[in-house]
């Protein structure tokens, strides 16, 4: 079962290599908040009107001297400027699919060493004040966190959205598999150890999320980031049983891809 704390302080088909196995845990780094370095990725797609809110709400992780790279997959020269302008790194991807795409952008930031913590934050999202300050919390108070999520607000009023965010939520309790749009983060020694990042077209925050969990249990910092409400325009009973359904085709046939190895 995952963690939960919060401190007091505030795809056609492929063929997959299964996670490494592995004989014993990472090895646990106890952070202190002056040394810690988090790396944020920002994959953008279609998402120009909505990246400067994206890119605002990031200032904290600036300040604080962490390197972010916004990954476009547009090849836009606006979003260069509203990256570089409020400084932060910019990369043109020449491969628009999302996994790939943000792939890009964590291969970038492993050689910006020393590097403690990725962070992927999609350019519709926009975290709360003082994230940082409560992740640098939680994993200065816990060695052992490496893993895990932020959670999701969806900016709609409507009770249908509380659902999808209190089902989402306790699948990554539960089942240790939150996904991409509730904003995951991962140390750097615990990703390598669970084969690097998954550079596949798509569903890559659930293979990611599948290697990991068995290597340490996932863990929720309390710093929901708010998104639209642009993924479920097509009704929200009919965008989850559909994304259950890939979800479950993809993990039958990396199952099926692993027992043939």
């Keep these: 079962m995952a963690s939960t704390l919060e401190p007091a302080a505030a ?3 492929m063929k997959l290599a ?3 196995a592995i004989a014993a845990p990472a090895p646990t780094r106890t952070f202190a908040k002056s040394d810690l370095r988090i790396g944020v990725v920002i994959p953008c797609y279609g998402d120009k009107a909505l990246l400067p809110a994206c890119l605002d709400s990031l200032r904290q992780f600036v300040q604080a001297g962490d390197p972010i790279v916004v990954v476009d997959g547009d090849a836009d020269p606006t979003v260069a400027s509203m990256a570089q ?6 990369l043109r991807s020449l491969d628009r699919r999302r996994g790939m795409v943000i792939g890009q952008g964590v291969a970038w930031l492993l050689n910006q060493p020393p590097l403690d913590v990725l962070l992927i934050c999609h ?3 926009r975290l709360l004040p003082g994230t940082r300050a409560k992740l640098a919390a ?3 108070a816990y060695g052992k966190l490496r893993w895990g999520w932020l959670g999701q607000h ?3 009023h409507r009770f249908r959205f509380r659902l999808l965010e209190w089902g989402n939520h306790w699948r990554g309790v539960i089942m240790n598999v939150p996904y991409g749009d509730q904003v995951m983060f991962v140390g750097v ?3 390598a150890a669970a084969g690097g990042w998954p550079f596949q077209p798509e569903m890559e925050d659930l293979e990611l999320s599948l290697r990991l969990r068995h290597l340490a249990p996932a863990t929720f910092v309390n710093a929901p980031a708010t998104t639209g409400v642009r993924h479920w325009t097509r009704g929200v009973c009919r965008t989850t049983i559909r994304n259950w359904w890939l979800a479950a085709k993809y993990m039958v046939r990396r199952q099926c891809d692993k027992e043939r190895l």
């Design 138 to 140: 939680a994993l200065g």
């Design 189 to 191: 020694d615990l990703l």
């Design 123 to 125: 350019a519709d999202m």
């Design 154 to 156: 969806i900016d709609d």
């Design 11 to 13: 795809t056609g088909s």
């Design 85 to 90: 302008s409020r400084g932060m790194a910019y």
């Design 18 to 20: 299964p996670a490494p």
